[in-house]
């Protein structure tokens, strides 16, 4: 089972927004709902921020949003903050086999 | 509040066989939709998903891992047990349990609340 694909870095400045992929394929991202989001600060567990392709969890700032097309799924974060620099994973339900589950390979995202 | 703190061995020898401990609070792992699932991520790299137990005693493991992980549930100490046998350096990680966010659908896995992780090191 391959990872999701993710671009390794993308930085914004305050208050900019900023986009992140993740490609997978017919039998994970572009072939069910269930894709989720999370970020993960140095030395901390990951946060659940988006399931579903686009929900957010009770708590989770508006700020961030998730949309997919395709086999891609996005995560898009508007008006970035300097609490927002962290690594971000996408993940997926996948048929391949039998149910399985697969993480991006994750996203820096860099406050200038 | 859900809890969950993961505990075992710091360190590894080459082909011994791992056990992780999950203790949990502030969920039944008998209530329909819930699961708990182990995750792990090598010295900065990626999140790999190992395994989950759900609640109705169905198990899942990574296709690439299943032939050397079990999972185990002890419903009285509210405990999951990750097993993983042969051991090697590249499995050097920090490992998480997680809470899976009830859903009724299999495929509908989200990790919602996470424990602390544990590093644990192979070598010799």
């Known amino acids: 089972q391959s990872a999701l694909t993710q671009p390794a870095s993308v930085s914004g400045s305050p208050g900019q927004s900023i986009t992140i992929s993740c490609t997978g394929t017919s039998s994970d991202v572009g072939g069910y709902k269930y894709v989720s989001w999370y970020q993960q600060h140095p030395d901390k567990a990951p946060r659940l921020m988006i399931y579903?392709?686009?929900n957010r969890p009770s708590g989770v700032s508006n700020r961030f949003s998730g949309s997919k097309s395709g086999n891609t799924a996005s995560l898009t974060i508007s008006a970035l903050q300097a609490e927002d620099e962290a690594d971000y994973y996408c993940?997926?339900?996948?048929?391949?086999?039998?149910?399985?589950?697969?993480f991006g390979t994750g996203t820096k995202v860099t406050v200038l | 509040q859900i809890t969950l703190k993961e505990s075992g061995p710091t360190l590894v020898k080459p082909t011994q066989t791992l056990t992780l401990t999950c203790s949990f609070s502030?969920?039944?792992?008998?209530?329909?939709?819930?699961?708990v699932g182990w995750i792990r991520q090598p010295p900065g790299k990626a999140l790999e998903w190992l395994a989950l137990f759900y609640w109705n005693d169905d198990k899942r493991y990574s296709p690439s891992l299943e032939s050397r992980l079990t999972v185990t549930k002890d419903t009285s100490r509210n405990q999951v047990v990750l097993t993983m046998t042969n051991m090697d350096p590249v499995d050097t990680a920090t490992y998480y349990c997680?809470?899976?966010?009830?859903?009724?659908?299999?495929?509908?896995?989200?990790?919602?609340?996470w424990g602390q992780g544990t590093l644990v090191t192979v070598s010799s």
């Open positions: 997680a809470h899976r966010r009830p859903h009724t659908i299999f495929g509908a896995l989200y990790f919602d609340y």
């Open positions: 502030g969920f039944s792992l008998s209530t329909t939709g819930v699961g």
């Open positions: 579903d392709v686009s």
């Open positions: 993940s997926s339900y996948t048929s391949i086999t039998t149910l399985r589950y697969v």
